[in-house]
């Protein structure tokens, strides 16, 4: 089993809709959790944090559920510059001082005109 | 302000031979990470650093090696390429404080016949 798992998607949505992600992780003793956007053919770059309380940044929120091991991405009103593939990233090792991040192998969004 | 810059951009090699791949950033960053994208798996950790002169394996380390001989560079070397070693190899970068708001390059296309 992948220790973070994604719908591969693509996600092909008209502009204006609202689009929600879900990404499930296998390590329940993860502490911090994080959506990066990464365009075609480019790097990845952090969208959001994802908090316990949930969180939100203008059109885009983020919710965590601890006890479903899960983390959901929702965009509102989508734009043509949505369009992208988006990443769940997990950080599982809080205690090796290593800060590394494992990713999801991302779901793609195509907002169409 | 350049932030993470790579070089080269592409590289065909054959089965064999040798390269080094250059990661530099300009953040004074503490951490600097290698990772490899293939098709369907999600960003790997091959090698990370936590400072300079000091590096350790991360997730998929066979094959290749590193350096951090100065704080704003990190090397990531094949000594004998391989055909499965076919990637997209992406470094990024963090600050101690935020160690999980990474900064990638631009990526280096790597293709081995």
């Known amino acids: 089993r992948k220790e973070v798992e994604q719908d591969p998607g693509p996600f092909n949505v008209p502009e204006g809709a609202t689009v929600a992600f879900n990404c499930t992780y296998s390590?329940?003793?993860?502490?911090?959790f994080f959506w990066y956007r990464q365009d075609c053919r480019k790097e990845p770059k952090l969208l959001m944090s994802?908090?316990?309380s949930g969180n939100e940044d203008g059109r885009f929120t983020a919710q965590l559920n601890r006890a479903s091991q899960y983390i959901s991405l929702l965009i509102r009103d989508s734009k043509l510059s949505d369009s992208a593939t988006y990443l769940c990233?997990?950080?599982?090792?809080?205690?090796?001082?290593?800060?590394?991040?494992?990713f999801g192998s991302g779901t793609r969004l195509q907002v169409q005109p | 302000n350049a932030g993470v810059t790579q070089t080269p951009k592409f590289r065909v090699l054959k089965t064999g031979q040798s390269m080094t791949l250059l990661c530099a950033q300009d953040?004074?960053?503490?951490?600097m990470y290698w990772y490899r994208q293939d098709p369907g798996m999600g960003l790997r950790l091959i090698h990370y650093?936590?400072?300079?002169?000091?590096?350790a394996k991360g997730e998929v380390p066979d094959g290749y090696n590193v350096s951090r001989l100065k704080k704003q560079n990190f090397l990531l070397g094949l000594e004998s390429a391989a055909p499965s070693q076919t990637s997209v190899y992406f470094c990024?970068?963090?600050?101690?404080?935020?160690?999980?708001?990474?900064?990638f390059g631009p990526g280096t296309r790597l293709t081995v016949t």
């Open positions: 990024a970068s963090s600050y101690l404080g935020s160690p999980y708001e990474q900064y």
């Open positions: 994802v908090y316990s």
């Open positions: 953040m004074n960053h503490e951490y």
């Open positions: 650093s936590v400072g300079e002169g000091t590096t």
């Open positions: 390590n329940s003793a993860s502490q911090s």
């Open positions: 990233v997990v950080n599982p090792d809080m205690d090796t001082g290593r800060r590394a991040l494992t």
